[in-house]
């Protein structure tokens, strides 16, 4: 009872931020959504168009695509999953958030994990990876790769807006790459 309120707080808040510019373009914060019992918080980079409209994240076309990669590739149903992002409100055109805004929205990130106490952490594309391993190298030398984080495994994934610009299956593509991923991501959870 006590997480759940901690939960809706942290939402309110979340709704009413004004703490960077993205606040000035929004029509709907995207706090997250999922499972509160979930071993997996899966964190994206940020809201796109659909996500600000609907004031839910990963629903446009990479949405359905992780939906997918979820259940077909993973047979993780996505209601069983916490999806998250690093910032709330939606840039601009789809641009990369600014690290200004990546640090003004960062608490509610880091208070998230806090409440979810997730055992596997995926992290999709650049923005997310390179943000909470505060590294410079990119998604394609780290995908793939398990890397202990607080105690927490991390996997870093491609993002699926880049699996969609990438539409191959064949052996070694980003898509086949994935699936081995996520089968990867069902592997560890069936341990856990
Ligand atoms: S992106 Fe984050 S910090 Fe910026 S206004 Fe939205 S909720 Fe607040």
């Known amino acids: 009872m006590e997480i759940i309120s901690a939960w809706e707080e942290l939402e309110k808040k979340v709704a009413a931020c004004q703490k960077c510019k993205?606040?000035?373009?929004r029509h709907n914060t995207v706090f997250g959504e999922g499972s509160l019992d979930s071993k997996i918080m899966i964190i994206g980079e940020g809201p796109g168009e659909e996500e600000d409209m609907t004031g839910r994240p990963f629903v446009g076309r990479a949405g359905q695509l992780l939906t997918l990669i979820l259940e077909k590739g993973g047979g993780i149903p996505r209601e069983t999953v916490y999806i998250a992002n690093v910032v709330k409100c939606r840039p601009p055109g789809n641009r990369n958030p600014k690290q200004e805004e990546i640090l003004a929205c960062s608490e509610y990130l880091e208070a998230q994990l806090l409440l979810l106490r997730p055992q596997i952490v995926i992290t999709m594309g650049n923005v997310p990876t390179q943000w909470i391993l505060k590294t410079n190298k990119g998604i394609t030398a780290l995908r793939g790769?398990?890397?202990?984080?607080?105690?927490?495994?991390l996997l870093p994934m491609f993002h699926p807006s880049y699996l969609l610009r990438n539409e191959?299956?064949?052996q070694g593509s980003p898509k086949w790459l994935t699936n081995q991923d996520i089968k990867s991501v069902k592997k560890i959870l069936d341990t856990l």
Do not use: A, H, N
């Not at 790769?145 to 495994?153: D, L, S, V, Y």
């Open 145 to 153: 790769q398990w890397i202990p984080w607080r105690g927490i495994k």
């Open 22 to 25: 993205l606040c000035e373009t």
């Open 168 to 170: 191959s299956k064949e």
